[in-house]
């Protein structure tokens, strides 16, 4: 049974239209100026994850045309990364938005962080992400970073990026890094999993919003394409892999299926499936119990594997 804090504050979250006169659940517009004002909700929103610790050093660097941020915690070791992905829809993300949220973990991890601003639909749709991801990681290794010493991790278009991003460097017969975390992962941009109906009432995001996203993201393109879609990708060889994905999410089934497929591929997963949880419900920590207890298996992860 969720805990009383999970319950109270997943509440508080899950009505916040009626904070704002809202009687209904908003519904996300299939033009651009909606997908631009969630943009715009989202940097502001920011705040809420409260502040950069001092305990961290920021450090920006523009690695061909892209943003991108080091987050360098006290007594880092230096030959050790944890590369991550933002999430967003692949419409809204970016280092402003995320820093707190990151750097939280950077401190709990100890391990030097690379954030980065990678393109964003419907300015740039697929596959800016994915090319503007794989330039970056291979700066990662040209700057001496080893793939045995790299954590990926992203959360939900983010989580969904990296298991993408594990495809196109096994396409180009390029190193994989160590393991990977993806906290509710978008594998599935076609959008097919019941999730998207059965968790519409209990889910934070707007209604149709992954439908909007998606189509601003793929475009003309192939859906099923596994750059797009990691779920319909040979997962066959890919590096250990750690799910966390919430029940109350329309993204559920994309994690479950996904990791479904790997395991049957032989990948060695592991899945954490949060009862009445929300969407990418570790990052909330140390708000409710059930979110520290998600981000400290992820920790253990991470370490356990940098360890090996």
Known sequence: MASIKSRVLIG?????????????????????????KFREECEKGAKRFGKVPNTVRLKQERINHILS???????????????????????????????????????????TTLLYEYGLAPENPFPA?????VTVYQA??????????????????????????????K????????????????????????????KNKVSLAPLNSWTVFSRYYTGNEDVKNPHISPLFGDLA???PIFINAGEDD???????????KAKASGVDITFQKGEKMIHC????????????????????????????
């Open 171 to 198: 396409d180009k017969n390029m190193p994989l890094p160590k393991a990977v975390v993806a906290i509710s992962p978008w594998t599935d941009l076609s959008c097919s999993g019941e999730s998207y109906h059965s």
């Open 12 to 36: 508080l979250m899950r009505n916040r239209h009626l904070f704002k006169g809202r009687l209904r659940k908003e519904t996300m517009g299939p033009d651009v100026a909606s997908v631009l």
């Open 250 to 260: 329309e993204l559920f089934d994309d994690a479950r299926m996904y990791y479904e």
């Open 237 to 239: 060889g890919l590096p």
């Open 69 to 111: 941020e080091w987050i360098i915690p006290e007594n880092a070791p230096e030959d050790k990364l944890l590369f991550y992905v933002h999430g967003g829809g692949y419409v809204s993300g970016s280092c402003n938005d995320h820093r707190a949220i990151v750097a939280k973990i950077t401190v709990k991890t100890g391990l």
């Open 129 to 133: 992400a994915i090319n503007d991801s």
């Open 281 to 308: 419900y570790p990052l909330l920590a140390p708000l409710f119990p059930e979110a520290t207890e998600a981000l400290n298996n992820i920790l253990y992860f991470i370490q356990s594997k940098l360890a090996e």
């Open 140 to 169: 990662v290794l040209a700057k001496g970073y080893k793939p045995e010493n790299t954590i990926m991790m992203g959360e939900s278009a983010g989580g969904g990026l990296c298991l993408a991003l594990l495809l196109a460097l």
